[in-house]
């Protein structure tokens, strides 16, 4: 995944998986400074597994990936559970600033 070689080459650590029953299991037993959630991801859905997650951890911040425009979509994820949203594709610097908001 790019955005885990970004992330990677800035030093940040970071851990990948393609399911949801993995990405809530991962977040129930670890402690993480942030979690980046793809929105749209065909058979995950980042929106429901975000309110799965926010049923037991609150304040963890999560970051929407979507390709989706981002005006139409952006308060709709926020209503889920996401502190912010992302739109691919982004800019690495952008993206940076975005996530330093959070960590």
Do not use: Q, W
Request: glycine share 4%.
């Amino acid at each position: 995944m790019i955005t885990k070689k970004i992330l990677i080459n800035k030093g940040i650590i970071c851990e990948l998986v393609d399911n949801r029953e993995d990405a809530i299991d991962l977040v129930r037993k670890s402690k993480f400074d942030l979690v980046l959630m793809d929105a749209h991801l065909p058979g995950i859905n980042g929106t429901i597994t975000t309110e799965l997650i926010r049923i037991f951890d609150k304040t963890t911040p999560i970051i929407a990936f979507t390709a989706i425009t981002l005006h139409e979509n952006r308060k709709m994820l926020l209503s889920f559970g996401m502190n912010e949203v992302i739109t691919k594709p982004f800019a690495p610097e952008e993206f940076y600033i975005t996530i330093a908001e959070y960590i």
